[in-house]
């Protein structure tokens, strides 16, 4: 009888600097041709229990490891990492962080050279790889020019390479468009259906649900909640904490209160005609003299907005709103911010109208506590102290982080740092908040509470995010922006712009369960609703 | 993520040669070089650069920042050892004066005055042949060698395999770290920073840098564990690598090889006789009166 991929027995593991275990005495097989996905809140222990079985822990990862890794029933743990990695394939969470190579065929080879396979035989496997996830085409292609849904691919490509048995996918669809994160699905599906096991940590629960996995892990403080069938799983955990299909929230909400009615930008409401905050004025950039990446963009954030921006990675996104606060200026056209032109401003003038959240929040961070990070932005705008110190405690308690005041930003999880990163802006009080993809690599719970919090801010006039999550736009937003390739391809409300199914599959969107719920209730309802709410109506 | 230079595939007398040789000529024209002051020898020299520079392919408009910036750091240190005299006199004992210029102010009893000498002058003057060939031939190479060769390249001048996969993550590492940079400034300017209005003494204009020198270097090393989470998952290091790219040495590449060896035996021999020291012209001598 051929043993079975993965076997996990009592497993523990503390960190070495850490008080507590981040996983506790974790018990589960995973089979032949099965794909588990693994759920739950951030800093719940799942990437802690990849690493333990890809064997990072105890490796590289030091600390205080008990029970047994069993791989095709042999113990791991005098396995050199080598070994390891020719059964357990990992794709971490950032395919970032995971490329090496400067090309793609360099990057899917890594693997097998380090093996010593002969040049030959390598250069088959790799071509075998690319040709299997449908991207023959990247082959020659410098990898820092790929977007994030084909360097996701890529990432996967190289682990395909050396035929590991078992695969592990760290949260793989956390920086991709839903067209990517479908693609990414359906090969992960593939995958297993041909014999690999595969485990997914993924806070995307409802999207993963899709491609059917045999079995859902929900994790709990280091624990496993619940290990079963999909159909057991929103009976045990709470639709408040994982983002299950709408349906279910809806049938499971009718047993609770209605939701709170939250009342969005409180301090634009009354006041009269929406005054234009920003105004893109016929606006072309490029990085490059010759290529130009954003082309003849015309728009107006007026008080009151709350926009969300949509559209395939690599669009443009981020390009576009960097126009706004003034750190990209146009090469052609102009952009006005409160009447003023951007090229006559500075960006500091700029950040006390207009507070930008930018996408990584490692590239900001840098005070020894949490509470003088908040300080640092209201600080360089000049505010007095009494005010600084209530902004710091009001931003803390919106992002849930008010235990965290004096913990140092650096030491927190990425979800907390990110939650750090909204705060610090928060805290400037500006007129106008920009973010960038606020909610990539948070939890479902955390999320959408700071995400209620911050609509209700009275500072905000008007608010506006990236986002690869069709259902933020569909609860939050009044108003959708679609970009791709550098145009503004569609503008206006959300029932209007979401409702053309043709159009969010041109920008590689994907129709989620709550869209399609509010579409259909939408003559009823007369506007975009979330599931707890239309369990009510 | 680490990004590469700026590499292109285009006519340039660089990527006409195999890397590997290309480099051991840049080895050998830059220990060449170092080993002469004497401008009329350096001006062999200069003569190379400007000869590799114009048949590089690399057009103006992506090399003018750094261009500009090599020549004008080169020219700014020259002139300002021209005015204080020091740095030369290490190739110098005597001075003759062409001109002597003093200000017309004293500060606590002191006088500024500039002196011209002859000497000088030619310090100054060879000191920004001899840097300003060896940057550009330097800059010249990031745009010039394809990035996904470095390994094999380095691989090829006899490193070990992790040396050379080192070197390969190391010339990389450069650009990232500009983008990282960049990426934390626009970050902390979004947050009303402003870097060029810091004000107070050294130590303080420091220590108001920690905005960005924090994020960058935390960046920088949670972005080397990445790496080697990465290289571990793929069992870097466990014996010896096979390296796919295969890069092949060819008869110009052996001429190119000799002639750079050439160059050095002779400027070393030439050193060891005693020719290349640093010169003036005997006319500029007796125009000062010596």
């Known amino acids: 009888m051929t043993p079975i991929p993965l076997v996990v027995e009592n497993l523990s593991f503390r960190y070495r600097d850490r008080q507590g275990a981040a996983i506790h005495d974790i018990n589960f097989e995973a089979r032949a041709g099965e794909i588990l996905l693994i759920a739950g809140a951030s800093g719940c222990g799942k990437t802690t229990l990849i690493r333990s079985i890809n064997g990072l822990i105890p490796r590289s990862y030091k600390g205080e490891m008990s029970g047994h890794v069993l791989v095709f029933g042999e113990e791991t743990t005098s396995w050199k990492l080598s070994q390891i990695s020719q059964k357990i394939g990992t794709v971490l969470q950032d395919p970032e962080r995971q490329i090496l190579g400067t090309k793609v065929l360099n990057e899917v080879a890594f693997g097998l050279e380090n093996l010593t396979v002969p040049r030959e035989e390598i250069l088959h496997r790799v071509d075998e790889a690319l040709a299997f996830l449908k991207i023959s085409h990247l082959r020659e292609r410098e990898t820092f020019t790929l977007s994030g849904g084909e360097k996701q691919k890529v990432a996967l490509a190289g682990v395909l390479a050396m035929r590991p048995s078992i695969l592990l996918l760290d949260e793989p669809l956390a920086s991709l468009d839903p067209a990517s994160a479908q693609d990414t699905l359906d090969t992960v599906r593939f995958l297993a259906d041909q014999g690999m096991t595969v485990l997914m940590v993924e806070h995307r629960v409802e999207d993963v649900l899709r491609i059917k996995p045999e079995r859902v892990m929900f994790m709990s403080e280091g624990e496993v909640r619940y290990l079963g069938d999909l159909a057991g799983l929103s009976q045990v955990v709470n639709y408040r904490e994982v983002k299950l299909p709408a349906e279910d929230i809806v049938e499971r909400a009718k047993r609770d209160p209605a939701p709170e009615e939250i009342s969005i930008l409180p301090g634009a409401a009354g006041r009269g005609e929406k005054e234009a905050l920003v105004k893109f004025e016929n606006v072309a950039f490029g990085y490059d003299a010759d290529i130009e990446v954003l082309h003849g963009i015309n728009l107006e954030i007026r008080r009151g907005d709350v926009i969300a921006v949509l559209g395939p990675n690599g669009a443009g996104k981020t390009t576009f709103v960097k126009h706004a606060i003034g ?99 928060l805290a400037m009080q500006s007129r106008i908040l920009v973010m960038d993809e606020p ?36 609860i939050y937003a009044n108003r959708v922006l679609m970009i791709n390739d550098g145009r503004l391809v569609a503008d206006g409300k959300p029932q209007d712009v979401l409702r053309d199914f043709n159009r969010l599959k041109a920008n590689r969107l994907v129709p989620t369960s709550l869209l399609s719920l509010n579409l259909e209730r939408l003559p009823a309802t007369g506007r975009f609703m979330r599931a707890e709410a239309l369990a009510h109506v | 993520m680490l990004v590469a230079w700026r590499y292109r595939k285009r006519r340039s007398i660089i990527q006409w040669f195999d890397p590997r040789a290309w480099l051991t000529f840049y080895a050998c024209f830059l220990f060449s070089t170092l080993a002469f002051w004497d401008v009329r020898f350096l001006l062999f020299f200069v003569v190379i650069t400007f000869f590799v520079l114009i048949n590089s392919g690399v057009k103006w408009r992506e090399i003018r920042r750094a261009f500009l910036f090599i020549v004008g750091f080169v020219l700014f240190f020259a002139f300002l050892t021209f005015l204080t005299g020091r740095g030369g006199t290490e190739v110098y004992e005597e001075e003759h004066l062409l001109r002597e210029l003093k200000a017309s102010f004293s500060i606590f009893g002191w006088t500024p005055t500039l002196k011209i000498t002859v000497e000088r002058i030619f310090f100054a003057v060879s000191q920004f042949a001899r840097i300003s060939s060896i940057a550009i031939m330097t800059v010249l ?105 295969v890069i092949e040495r060819r008869t110009r590449d052996r001429i190119l090889i000799w002639f750079g060896v050439a160059i050095l035996v002779v400027s070393l021999v030439l050193g060891l006789l005693g020719y290349g020291e640093f010169w003036v012209p005997e006319a500029l001598i007796r125009l000062a009166g010596g």
């Open chain 1, 327 to 425: 750190l990209l200026k146009p090469k052609a056209g102009r952009v006005l911010v409160n009447g003023r032109d951007t090229k006559e401003s500075s960006v500091a003038q700029i950040a006390s109208t207009l507070g930008y959240v930018f996408q990584s929040p490692s590239h900001m961070l840098f005070a020894p506590t949490v509470s003088e990070e908040l300080a640092f932005g209201p600080r360089n705008l000049k505010h007095s102290k009494e005010q600084i110190e209530s902004e710091v405690k009001e931003a803390l308690r919106i992002v849930n982080l008010s235990d965290k005041e004096q913990d140092p930003p650096l030491a927190l999880s990425f979800g907390q740092q990110k939650r750090v990163s909204i705060a610090a802006i």
């Open chain 1, 439 to 474: 909610t990539a690599g948070q939890d479902y719970q955390n999320y959408m509470n700071f995400m209620n919090s911050i609509l209700q801010m009275p500072a905000f006039e008007a608010i506006l995010f990236i986002t690869h999550d069709v259902d933020l736009a569909v």
């Open chain 2, 141 to 245: 190479l990031p745009y010039s060698l394809d990035p996904s060769l470095y390994g094999v390249i380095f691989r090829g001048l006899g490193l070990p395999d992790k040396f050379a996969y080192a070197m390969d993550l190391t010339m990389r590492f450069i650009p990232t770290f500009a983008r990282d940079f960049q990426l934390t400034v626009d970050a902390q300017r979004a947050r009303g920073y402003e870097l060029e209005k810091l004000s107070g003494g050294v130590v303080e204009q420091v220590r108001k840098m920690g905005p960005i020198f924090v994020p960058v270097t935390i960046h920088a090393i949670i972005g080397s564990e990445d790496i080697i989470d990465a290289m571990d998952l793929r069992a870097f290091g466990v014996g010896p690598r096979t390296w796919i790219d």
